[in-house]
């Protein structure tokens, strides 16, 4: 097929029929806009199953029905987040998400939050993994099956499971995200009545990449329970309708800034970006960079003119600054933000928005700063919403800079789905595709 209909609804620019090509930026837009209105932002669930993490053990033993990933792979997963392939790990094979992020030239890993995602009709069923450090995230028909992360530390050990028992037999869809270090071993079932197979691809398989720093990373958290290395690319995908959402996050990186020469900048990382030849990415970078207007202005145009000569079809969501106080003073950082601005202008497929500032209007767009003031707990004290999505609970250090999963999941994540969801109808409606 080399065209496709597409009814525009919601008067995104007038009614009627549109004839759009596939895989083009337009295409995009009106495809990701029509997910958004289908997205299903998920809740705890009211009636959780009985979860148990045995360790190293079967709970069935011997008589089990064994789905193993790397023998059955798409005829009964469905793997996104990553580029997963098979491993060899302490001499068992697993599926793992592979190196979404390069970090620097001796160091890569799965990114945040890499998923894989299968539906069963089986009433009790164990996941097989290995995950040494970090949580696990369980959704079941699109609903959280526990609060928080569930605490996974297995070490060096055997494969590890964690057995979900509902009860009855009936066809579930189980969505299970954790750390870059997840390898995945397969699904094991009491009965051989048990059906394993693949979810369904996310929405018109839209892939989406995010390029950041420490926020996209993770976030202020003292414990694997807090889920760090999730970041808001955990939260986002399910505000956007579609779950493809990669995060290469490094922190103490920007456009240039590496750390101080011990990570990969996001010029460096390009490959995390144009190797997932995504739909659409976000550009969640800044803070840590320089403060000049020209000096911004150059890093930002210099990344997007390698990003959109290798992508021209992609829509790229370009961000501020995240702080308006770091590193250096909010003067400084409005004139980093300025230069941030003039790189985006009146280019085609690019939207820029400010987190900080006040520049942005429209129904659907937040009018005030995404985080308003110092906190109420940590120093320097001061009003709004920080005190709830900055810093760690006691008796954890103090973390006054990154989101805590709350802040992740209620500030970031919504507020940039609202974000892209503005972009999208003003470049359809403005003629900014191509």
Same mark, same amino acid.
């Given at each position: 097929?080399?065209?496709? !209909?597409?009814?525009?609804? &919601? *008067?995104?620019?007038?009614? =009627?029929?549109?004839? $759009?090509?596939?895989? @083009? #930026?337009?295409? /995009?837009?009106?495809?990701?806009?029509?997910?958004?209105?289908?997205?299903?932002?998920?809740?705890?669930?009211?009636?959780?199953?009985?979860?148990?993490?045995?360790?190293?053990?079967?709970?069935?033993?011997?008589?089990?029905?064994?789905?193993?990933?790397?023998?059955?792979?798409?005829?009964?997963?469905?793997?996104?987040?990553?580029?997963? !392939?098979?491993?060899?790990? &302490? *001499?068992?094979?697993?599926? =793992?998400?592979?190196? $979404?992020?390069?970090? @620097? #030239?001796?160091? /890569?890993?799965?990114?945040?939050?890499?998923?894989?995602?299968?539906?069963?009709?089986?009433?009790?069923?164990?996941?097989?993994?290995?995950?040494?450090?970090?949580?696990?995230?369980?959704?079941?028909?699109?609903?959280?099956?526990?609060?928080?992360?569930?605490?996974?530390?297995?070490?060096?050990?055997?494969?590890?499971?964690?057995?979900?028992?509902?009860?009855?037999?009936?066809?579930?869809?189980?969505?299970?995200?954790?750390?870059?270090?997840?390898?995945?071993?397969?699904?094991?079932?009491?009965?051989?009545?048990?059906?394993?197979?693949?979810?369904?691809?996310?929405?018109?398989?839209?892939?989406?990449?995010?390029?950041?720093?420490?926020?996209?990373?993770?976030?202020?958290?003292?414990?694997?329970?807090?889920?760090?290395?999730?970041?808001?690319?955990?939260?986002?995908?399910?505000?956007?309708?579609?779950?493809?959402?990669?995060?290469?996050?490094?922190?103490?990186?920007?456009?240039?800034?590496?750390?101080?020469?011990?990570?990969?900048?996001?010029?460096?990382?390009?490959?995390?970006?144009?190797?997932?030849?995504?739909?659409?990415?976000?550009?969640?970078?800044?803070?840590?960079?320089?403060?000049?207007?020209?000096?911004?202005?150059?890093?930002?145009?210099?990344?997007?003119?390698?990003?959109?000569?290798?992508?021209?079809?992609?829509?790229?969501?370009?961000?501020?600054?995240?702080?308006?106080?770091?590193?250096?003073?909010?003067?400084?950082?409005?004139?980093?933000?300025?230069?941030?601005?003039?790189?985006?202008?009146?280019?085609?497929?690019?939207?820029?928005?400010?987190?900080?500032?006040?520049?942005?209007?429209?129904?659907?767009?937040?009018?005030?700063?995404?985080?308003?003031?110092?906190?109420?707990?940590?120093?320097?004290?001061?009003?709004?919403?920080?005190?709830?999505?900055?810093?760690?609970?006691?008796?954890?250090?103090?973390?006054?800079?990154?989101?805590?999963?709350?802040?992740?999941?209620?500030?970031?994540?919504?507020?940039?789905?609202?974000?892209?969801?503005?972009?999208?109808?003003?470049?359809?409606?403005?003629?900014?595709?191509?």
């Amino acid at each position: 097929m080399n065209e496709i !209909d597409i009814e525009l609804a &919601g *008067g995104l620019t007038r009614p =009627g029929m549109l004839r $759009v090509l596939p895989g @083009s #930026a337009l295409w /995009t837009a009106l495809r990701l806009r029509s997910a958004m209105s289908a997205a299903k932002v998920p809740v705890l669930t009211a009636s959780p199953p009985t979860i148990t993490v045995p360790g190293a053990t079967n709970p069935y033993g011997s008589g089990d029905t064994f789905f193993h990933a790397p023998d059955v792979r798409d005829k009964c997963f469905t793997f996104l987040r990553g580029a997963w !392939d098979e491993y060899n790990v &302490g *001499g068992t094979r697993y599926m =793992g998400p592979g190196a $979404v992020v390069t970090y @620097s #030239a001796t160091s /890569t890993t799965g990114g945040s939050a890499p998923m894989v995602a299968f539906n069963s009709d089986a009433p009790d069923l164990a996941l097989a993994f290995r995950s040494p450090t970090g949580g696990v995230r369980i959704l079941i028909k699109d609903e959280f099956a526990h609060e928080g992360g569930l605490a996974i530390n297995e070490g060096a050990g055997a494969p590890w499971h964690i057995r979900i028992e509902n009860g009855t037999r009936k066809p579930r869809l189980y969505e299970i995200y954790a750390a870059g270090n997840f390898y995945f071993r397969g699904v094991r079932c009491a009965s051989p009545l048990d059906r394993v197979w693949p979810a369904p691809k996310p929405y018109d398989d839209l892939r989406g990449v995010i390029i950041g720093d420490s926020f996209t990373e993770g976030g202020a958290n003292g414990l694997p329970t807090d889920l760090w290395g999730y970041g808001f690319g955990a939260s986002l995908p399910y505000h956007l309708g579609t779950r493809d959402l990669r995060a290469s996050g490094s922190g103490a990186t920007g456009y240039l800034a590496d750390a101080v020469g011990t990570r990969y900048n996001a010029f460096q990382r390009l490959g995390d970006l144009t190797s997932v030849n995504p739909h659409f990415a976000l550009l969640t970078l800044g803070t840590n960079d320089s403060e000049s207007v020209m000096s911004a202005e150059q890093q930002v145009s210099d990344y997007l003119d390698l990003a959109q000569a290798a992508l021209p079809h992609c829509l790229f969501f370009v961000y501020s600054k995240f702080s308006n106080s770091f590193p250096s003073t909010y003067d400084a950082s409005s004139q980093y933000r300025a230069g941030q601005r003039a790189a985006c202008a009146g280019r085609k497929n690019v939207w820029y928005t400010d987190t900080v500032g006040y520049t942005q209007a429209g129904p659907n767009y937040p009018h005030t700063a995404w985080i308003i003031g110092g906190g109420a707990v940590y120093a320097p004290n001061g009003l709004g919403n920080a005190d709830l999505a900055i810093g760690r609970p006691a008796p954890y250090s103090p973390d006054p800079t990154h989101p805590n999963e709350w802040g992740h999941q209620q500030v970031y994540a919504p507020r940039m789905a609202a974000s892209i969801r503005y972009g999208l109808d003003q470049m359809i409606a403005q003629d900014l595709l191509v």
